[in-house]
């Protein structure tokens, strides 16, 4: 499952319907018992803060993995008044809202782990994740990656996908934008994903390779990255509308694709390189998502989870007229 499930809260009767979308998802998934109960706490709270304090929004669920361990991301986005100070707001007692106050602590406490990034007048997105079993033993990660997939409005299948591999000393990260929408659009791009999983080779090759595969489809816009870690390098490869750019403290790479689609005619597949660093943010997003999204307008954002970065350029620069993807991958100091 890597589409995200996307659920709208605008008022309290949809806080159960959440609810009980969380735990079929959960059910499915093979969590423990308790782990479902805590689930429904953290959702039902999520939602409750959606409604109360930003005056409806989305709540995003997905599944995650890590090693053997499977979990699920919950992520609300809002656009209400924000938060003043997010610690004093994660203190039990403290509430804005004439309630009890105790929201989030307790989403804080029940989950593996719990990020809030909040702007005053803006808008609040909250991440939480929670596992099947405990929370898995988190070795040190080299690179830490998010990501938002939905069909356009409408749909029930995303035309859009996306995927990666990472070891220790390179990754490969790919974005697929199949033509149109629908179950042929998907069919284009998960096509393009089976050959990206099934070939280890550098991007321009493996977009070689999807040409050919995806030649019994209507095509896709194709956008395949690789990090090299070691060399503290990226190599691109890149056809059609899929964004990309690199950033750094000081830096910022837009990554280039060539026109064309895969599967139906491509003039020239080439690979472009940049430099990597070691707190790099890599940023790839089908055009479901508005190019002209600046992460400067937003203090901070680069420090916290890539899902969270996700999740705030999905909330204000979705087109919503378009299956949109949107990939954060963020490398992680020795």
């Not at 804080?108 to 803006?122: D, K, M, P, T, V």
């Not at 977009?207 to 503290?232: C, K, N």
């Not at 943010?281 to 992460?295: E, F, N, R, V, Y």
Request: proline share 2%.
């Amino acid at each position: 499952m890597r589409e995200s499930v996307a659920i709208t809260i605008t008022e309290s009767s949809q806080t159960g319907e959440a609810r009980r979308v969380a735990i079929a998802l959960a059910t499915q998934l093979g969590f423990q018992e308790t782990q479902r109960g805590k689930l429904g706490i953290v959702v039902t709270e999520v939602a409750s803060n959606l409604i109360q304090h930003g005056k409806g929004g989305v709540l995003l669920l997905r599944l995650i993995e890590h090693n053997s361990a499977i979990g699920i991301e919950v992520l609300s986005l809002d656009k209400g008044r924000g938060m003043v100070d997010v610690d004093e707001c994660l203190q039990d007692g403290f509430s804005t809202a004439g309630t009890l106050g105790n929201g989030l602590g307790a989403i804080s406490r029940l989950s593996g782990l719990f990020e809030i990034y909040s702007i005053r007048n803006q808008g609040t997105a909250l991440l939480a994740h929670l596992w099947s079993t405990s929370a898995p033993h988190e070795p040190e990660k080299i690179l830490e990656i998010g990501a938002i997939c939905l069909p356009k409005r409408g749909e029930d299948i995303s035309g859009d996908a996306w995927a990666y591999q990472v070891d220790r000393c390179r990754s490969l990260l790919l974005v697929a934008d199949g033509l149109g929408h629908g179950p042929a659009a998907a069919t284009a791009s998960s096509k393009a994903v089976r050959i990206f999983q099934e070939h280890d080779r550098s991007p321009g090759a493996i977009v070689e390779a999807a040409h050919a595969a995806l030649r019994s489809t209507r095509g896709a816009a194709l956008g395949i990255t690789e990090i090299d870690f070691e060399q503290q390098s990226v190599r691109f490869a890149g056809i059609g509308n899929i964004a990309a750019s690199i950033f750094s403290f000081t830096e910022r790479h837009h990554l280039i694709s060539n026109n064309g689609t895969v599967g139906h005619e491509i003039r020239k597949i080439q690979e472009f390189s940049y430099p990597w660093y070691a707190n790099g943010l890599l940023i790839m997003h089908s055009d479901g998502l508005d190019s002209k999204w600046q992460l400067d307008r937003y203090p901070g954002l680069s420090q916290k989870h890539p899902s969270l970065i996700a999740g705030v350029l999905y909330r204000d620069f979705n087109r919503d007229r378009d299956d949109v993807t949107v990939l954060v991958a963020k490398g992680m100091s020795n």
